[in-house]
């Protein structure tokens, strides 16, 4: 049976997927060395670039290669040091209890373990975005919890802790892993919760094929305790951090693809709450109270073959967007406020085993010093 190795990257990482933005348009691109960057990439984008223009390409793109050689042992290094010195102030958020979920969202994690239960029960309880099949809007944690979490996140922003990025199109966001949220809050949020909700969700993706040569023991493995009555990949590790938005930093998130098969993507601070409030004729209104302006995340979307559809969903405060990590999507820029989300890019070992997603192609296994990307030999 093979095993989660927690040190193994695909090869891709340390040249694939580079993001820089040229003229104002933004690109990812694969940077092997200068040559090939020059006679291949810049070659095919015919950009007419200035020599000046390329050697400042070339300069961006090898802080971030040095960025990423360095970013495993950095990120081990940070942790210790917030173990050893962060003092939290909201010390509760570390460790996941069931009353930080909304009602709605145990009622269908309780569904979606009923073996009685059909796929067709769970679909008719959930709110799968329109237009699409397998993209969903799911309540996940409380209001009280996301407020929670966040005062605790800014705690941590105000200190003088070292903080790592989640990517390198995102400067301000906090690695959860870093801080230490993932032993005891997001494992069990992803063992219990999310991974049998996906389970159902996106059944025809992560079921186990019946003409699979895998031996009977080694499948059994695989299931997780809770869902018996298929038999599915389960989601088996994660990458999770917070994405900030703020007029003035970051305000938008590129074009993209995720490293994960599933993301939940959980707004903590979206636009739900009303209150209660007198106009000037005193009579009660009730406005929206929203920490920002625009700023949906949006999806492109294949009709047919080729033509393409876009559609932009705006954050629901508690609420995760669900959708496969292979979908191109990214956030319109915010026009005032601060928005905050939880990205959780869930992994299935068996699934990125055959196919890395970031390179599309069979994974070149690499060993690291730090948590790697989710697979198991
Ligand atoms: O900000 C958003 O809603 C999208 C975030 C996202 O796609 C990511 O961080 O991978
Ligand atoms: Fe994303």
């Known amino acids: 049976m093979s095993t989660l190795r ?50 400042q390409i070339l300069n961006e793109l090898d802080t971030e290669k040095n960025r990423r050689l360095k970013v495993f042992c950095s990120s081990q290094e940070r942790k210790q040091m917030i173990l050893d010195k962060y003092v939290p102030k909201l010390i509760h958020v570390y460790t996941f209890k069931e009353s930080y979920l909304d009602k709605k969202f145990l009622k269908l994690v309780s569904l979606c373990k009923d073996p009685t239960a059909s796929n067709e029960d769970v679909f008719k309880s959930v709110e799968v975005i329109r237009g699409t099949k397998d993209m969903y809007r799911i309540p996940v944690f409380t ?14 922003k105000l200190s003088d802790m070292p903080k790592g990025r989640p990517n390198s199109m995102n400067h301000y966001g906090i690695l959860l892993d870093e801080v230490g949220f993932y032993e005891n809050l997001i494992n069990p949020l992803r063992e219990s919760y999310l991974d049998p909700v996906s389970s159902r969700l996106f059944f025809d ?10 031996d009977e023991q080694e499948s059994k493995d695989e299931v997780t305790n809770s869902v018996k009555h298929h038999k ?20 938008d998130l590129a074009p993209h693809y995720d490293n994960s ?26 406005i929206a109270l929203s920490n920002f302006e625009n700023g949906e995340v949006y ?11 876009y559609i932009s969903l705006a954050h629901v405060k508690g609420s995760a967007i669900v959708h496969r990590g292979s979908l191109i999507h990214g956030a319109h820029p ?29 994974p070149r296994l690499k060993e690291i010093p730090g948590i790697g990307d989710g697979f198991s030999i």
């Open 6 to 55: 927690n040190n193994l990257v695909c090869q891709c990482y340390l040249t694939n997927n580079y993001y820089i933005e040229i003229k104002g348009q933004s690109y990812h691109i694969t940077y092997l060395d200068e040559v090939h960057l020059r006679e291949v990439t810049l070659s095919k984008l015919s950009l007419n670039l200035t020599e000046e223009e390329i050697k």
């Open 143 to 156: 209001q009280e919890f996301c407020t929670d979490l966040l005062n605790e996140l800014e705690n941590f």
């Open 205 to 214: 993706y992560l079921k186990i094929p019946d003409k699979n040569s895998i």
């Open 232 to 251: 599915y990949y389960s989601l088996d590790s994660q990458k999770a951090f917070i994405v900030n938005y703020k007029v003035g930093e970051d305000v």
């Open 261 to 286: 098969e599933i993301t939940f993507n959980i707004s903590l601070d979206g636009n739900v709450t009303t209150a209660a409030t007198k106009n000037k004729n005193n009579e009660e209104i009730d």
């Open 299 to 309: 999806f492109e979307l294949k009709v047919g073959e080729t033509a393409l559809r």
């Open 334 to 362: 915010i026009t005032r406020g601060n928005r905050s989300n939880m990205v959780i890019w869930a992994r299935c070992s068996k699934i990125r085993n055959q196919k890395c997603p970031m390179c599309k192609s069979m």
